[in-house]
């Protein structure tokens, strides 16, 4: 840290990841949670594949209020991607467990498998939903599902800034590692450049 800001450069975002040893893991935890979103009208699933083409819309438009709303910077922005995009990339390669209430999904985590290892992203909870342990026990769930499948260990990120998702993780007993640091710095043209036109500096 010091190096690069004696050198001149800005410490410009920083972001975190976490993992989770799964084998200490232990849904059981989450059951009272569970069961008193149950009494609200509250239900976890795994999305299946098939489901309907109304769960496929809602699930698209979760995910893009998720990256809407939730904070981020360059280095923990994801491409965007369409409906199309979104629903081949889940059904070729991904898990989805979704939270509904009263039937409508609500609540969303996607899970990547690698090898022993899943690594988690896409969380989201609609607004009307937030602030009641949704997001924990969607996650929970989830993590539950990898540990009965043989996945040994669990794995996340994001920017500092999203406290709400970091207080989440921390419930679930994730172990947050060192922080990822970007640094910049402005720099100038070399003498020799000076008076090159722009063509023959690329345009830069």
């Known amino acids: 840290m010091g190096f690069f800001g004696a050198a001149g450069f800005r410490n410009a975002w920083q972001s975190w990841g976490a993992h989770l040893d799964l084998s200490g893991f232990d849904f059981t935890a989450f059951q009272r949670l569970e069961e008193r979103l149950f009494l609200k009208g509250y239900e976890v699933e795994q999305l299946s594949n098939d489901a309907p083409e109304a769960d496929w819309a809602t699930l698209y438009a979760l995910h893009g209020r998720g990256l809407a709303d ?6 923990t922005t994801p491409d965007p991607l369409s409906a199309a995009d979104l629903r081949e990339m889940i059904v070729r390669q991904e898990t989805v467990f979704v939270g509904r209430w009263r039937g409508e ?30 997001a924990t026990l969607v996650k929970a769930r989830a993590l539950a599902w990898a540990r009965t499948g043989g996945y040994t260990h669990a794995g996340t990120g994001g920017t500092v800034l ?7 993780n921390t419930r679930l007993g994730y172990r947050v590692e060192r922080m990822w640091v970007t640094w910049v710095r402005a720099l100038r043209k ?12 690329g345009g830069q």
């Open 162 to 168: 999203n406290l709400p998702l970091l207080r989440v």
């Open 105 to 134: 999904i609500v609540a969303l985590t996607r899970l990547t498998p690698d090898g022993n290892e899943v690594d988690s992203e896409g969380t989201v909870t609609h607004p009307d939903h937030r602030d009641r342990g949704l």
């Open 190 to 201: 070399r003498p020799d450049e000076e008076g090159m036109c722009d063509k023959c500096s």
């Open 70 to 75: 939730a904070p981020r910077n360059p280095t």
